[in-house]
Structures are given as structure tokens and as C-alpha cells.
């Protein structure tokens, strides 16, 4: 794992692909806790039988639960030691190019983006790619923004 103790260190990064995470399989018991809590009880994600005759062959995982891996896929890669809080401060660009079946294994791709001085610290991009295992395509395409405050 990648550990960044000062805002010059991110900034030497920038652009470089720091790392993958190890596989996370896909469950649908994650899944269902997923729909549960944000009640989006659609049937391609939540109902096994009706799925198998849908257009996925099966359960897949919604795309916000994959995007909601970023915070556990990243701990995995890189890890920010600076100084002051750390806040989430949105996306800038998010995109969902292949549906993840239940059952498969995902990993997030991780690079460093572009750091910023804003006037309360830095202001830090990072790119990642979700990636399905054994499939070309990635499953989430995305590009965080966190404010590194001083």
C-alpha cells in the first residue's frame, strides 16, 4: 500500500497509476442490504428468479453500490497522512459501462489525478477504474475530488 505523508508527495504522483485492490466478490447479500438501504428494490438487482429471465441472465449489483466500493477499494491502494481532515467533496465524473453480475469479483484501478491549492489546503482528483474480473470492459469509471485540509 501506497502511503502519501505530504502534499508534495501526492503532487510528484500525479498521473501515475499507484496500484490495484485485492478482488471483492459481488454477493447478494450485498446486494440486498444495498437495496435495503436506499430502497431501490428493482428486480435486476433483488429478484433471483424474475432476473434469470431478464436481459443479464441473473442478480446484478447496483451501479451506485459499485461506486459506493471506492472508499473500501482505495484503503486497499493508498493511504493519505497528511495533515488536517480529509472531506469528501464530490465526482466529477462518473460512468457505469458494464453491469456487474452477482457472483463476480470487482477491483478498483487507482490513479493519482491533479492536487490543488485552494485556500483551506489542497484540493486532491483521483481516477479509478473499477475492473470485473475476467471482463474487458470495467463496471465504473470514475474520478473522486477530496478537499486535504491544512
Not at 483551506?120 to 463496471?139: S, W
Request: with cysteine; charged share 25%.
Amino acid at each position: 500500500m501506497r502511503v502519501f505523508s505530504t502534499f508534495e508527495e501526492i503532487e510528484a504522483a500525479a498521473g501515475e497509476e499507484i496500484g490495484a485492490s485485492d478482488w471483492v466478490e459481488i454477493t447478494q447479500e450485498r446486494v440486498d442490504k444495498f437495496a435495503e438501504a436506499t430502497d431501490d428494490f428493482q428486480w435486476i438487482h433483488v429478484d433471483q428468479e424474475k432476473a434469470k429471465e431478464g436481459p443479464f441472465g441473473g442478480t446484478i449489483a447496483h451501479g451506485y453500490l459499485t461506486l459506493s466500493l471506492i472508499p473500501y477499494l482505495s484503503n486497499k491502494v493508498f493511504g493519505v497522512e497528511t495533515e488536517g481532515a480529509k472531506l469528501n467533496y464530490g465526482l466529477n465524473k462518473v460512468r457505469f459501462p458494464n453491469p456487474v453480475p452477482v457472483g463476480a469479483r470487482v477491483r478498483a484501478v487507482v490513479t493519482v489525478g491533479e492536487i490543488a491549492e485552494i485556500p483551506a489546503g489542497r484540493q486532491l482528483t483521483m481516477k479509478y477504474v473499477i475492473e470485473i474480473e475476467g471482463q474487458d470492459k470495467p463496471a465504473c469509471v470514475a474520478e473522486t475530488v477530496v478537499l486535504l485540509l491544512s
